[in-house]
């Protein structure tokens, strides 16, 4: 085949990529086409990577099999891990393809300096420094979400002014690199920055924030790999990652929107620090508990209920069980709606991956805007895990961190349950007035148990 034709089959084949990913983007905004947006994502991605390995320029494939099978090696057992440690793999992902994207701008800096231009400088010196910060963000956001690193926000007296200094610190490294391109110690101490800077910036968010500070940094990979695509003049990759960096914002920005809070707030509020009250002017709560039995009872006899997940039936691996429940009542002529709020869980859509795996029927899962106005209708709420998106504080407690915050109307059905755990606080370290309401019973125990008795209550074992 002559170099022509090649080139045109090569530059085909990354616009039909391109067109496969755009439909993957267009096919994972519902859970009904969710599948078939993963299956042309794939196929989209191999398209591309193969079209690359025809291009003239690679003439040595011996490093890049090696490196083909280490990635394998790594990406399988990643792929394999429980659906609880999903947010976690993902943000290991954002890690593993923002270090690669920093690593070959680097490779691209030693191999063209001191001959640089001004603008392929300022290329590389973004796009290293994006990938760079992405790269240590996402593994604290990782180890946070593992819980091998303290969940709660690490804050300090002027945080923002140091975080913010360390930033503008880069970015003054890459003006002077610009006019000065051959300072390689520079080049190094500003890559040393931008890891810094990324620790910097996931270290002090909390918890509660994880939804928004994953699709953040989804968005800061995606970005990085299109300034990539400019310094490797790749149109493909600069394609795919503005794709990628700019579905991650808008993501980002439904998050926050989710939360009625600002990108400012989310980035630099040290939201979920433990809330401490004051001895003074408390006074002792007492709270309602019921037995599997009891549960059974309220909810064979309901005419409809909605049940909302959160993390903790994640944590529990209770979404089969929950299955089992739905199936239960819906045979006894109950009609079971799942509310799903936005932030749920660790991750978006952490909810509808696990209820979707559970193959609820994707018609039940509503969204909370939708969803709210059945709660006053509603005969039983339960919660299964879920904490800070049912907290009637965020409309009724003007000092409340979460105060303003859109939240599942759980509190306007008639009887509303909760499995949880214990009486800890939940992930945004807020305590939650709903379960001390006389229309609460608080069902203690892990979800999955908990839901299996029910089951069994229903099913008239003993």
């Known amino acids: 085949m002559n170099p022509a034709t ?9 616009i039909a990529a391109v067109a496969g990913f755009i439909l993957a983007l267009k096919w994972l905004n519902s859970p009904a086409s969710a599948m078939r947006g993963v299956v042309i994502a794939e196929i989209a991605s191999a398209v591309a990577v ?4 025809f291009d003239p320029q690679v003439v040595q494939y011996k490093w890049i099999l090696i490196v083909l099978i280490i990635g394998a090696g790594v990406g399988i057992p990643l792929g394999l891990v429980k659906m609880t440690a999903v947010p976690q793999r993902t943000a290991l992902s954002h890690a593993f393809g923002a270090l690669s ?13 001191p001959n640089l231009s001004k603008f392929e400088m300022a290329e590389i010196g973004l796009e290293v420094v994006i990938g760079s910060l992405t790269f240590t963000g996402s593994i604290i956001a990782a180890g946070k979400l593992q819980e091998i690193l303290r969940q709660r926000p690490i804050v300090y007296k002027g945080q923002n002014i ?7 610190a880069a970015v003054t490294m890459i003006i002077v690199l610009m006019f000065h391109p051959g300072y390689t110690h520079l080049f190094g101490a500003m890559v040393g920055v931008a890891l810094l800077f990324g620790v910097l910036l996931v270290m002090p968010i909390g918890g509660a924030d994880m939804p928004t500070v994953i699709s953040l940094l989804n968005s800061y ?15 493909v990759l600069v ?4 794709l990628d960096g700019a579905s991650g914002f808008i993501l980002s920005v439904i998050m926050c929107k989710a939360m009625n809070r600002s990108f400012t707030n989310v980035l630099f509020g040290a939201f979920g620090q433990m809330q401490v009250a004051t001895a003074k ?3 002792e709560r007492t709270v309602r508990s019921a037995s599997a039995e009891d549960a059974a009872g309220i909810l064979g006899s309901a005419n409809k209920v909605i049940i909302a997940p959160g993390y903790g039936m994640a944590v529990a691996q209770a979404q089969h069980k929950v299955r089992e429940l739905y199936d239960a009542l819906t045979k006894r002529g109950v009609d079971v709606k799942f509310a799903i709020h936005p932030v749920a869980g660790r991750m978006p859509g952490h909810m509808n991956v696990l209820l979707a795996e559970a193959d609820i029927p994707y018609d039940k899962l509503v969204e909370m805007d939708d969803v709210n106005g059945d709660f006053p209708q509603t005969d039983v709420a339960l919660i299964i895990g879920a904490n800070d998106v049912t907290n009637p504080a ?11 915050m859109p939240i599942l109307d759980v509190d306007k059905a008639r009887t509303v349950m909760v499995i949880k755990r214990s009486m800890g606080a939940g992930f945004a370290g807020i305590d939650n007035p709903l379960y001390y309401m006389d229309k609460t019973l608080m069902l203690f125990g892990d979800a999955k148990n908990f839901v299996g008795a029910i089951v069994k209550e229903l099913a008239g074992e003993h």
């Open 239 to 242: 394609v795919a990652g503005a």
């Open 221 to 235: 990979a995606g970005f990085s790999a299109a300034l990539l695509g400019f310094v490797l003049n790749s149109k």
């Open 281 to 283: 002017g408390t006074e």
């Open 50 to 53: 193969v079209a690359t390995l």
């Open 101 to 113: 994207a920093a690593l070959i701008g680097i490779a691209e800096y030693y191999v063209g300096t």
């Open 6 to 14: 090649l080139q045109q089959l090569i530059d085909f084949s990354y």
């Open 162 to 168: 140091v975080s913010l200094s360390t930033l503008a």
């Open 394 to 404: 965020a409309r009724e407690d003007q000092s409340s961190p979460i105060y303003g």
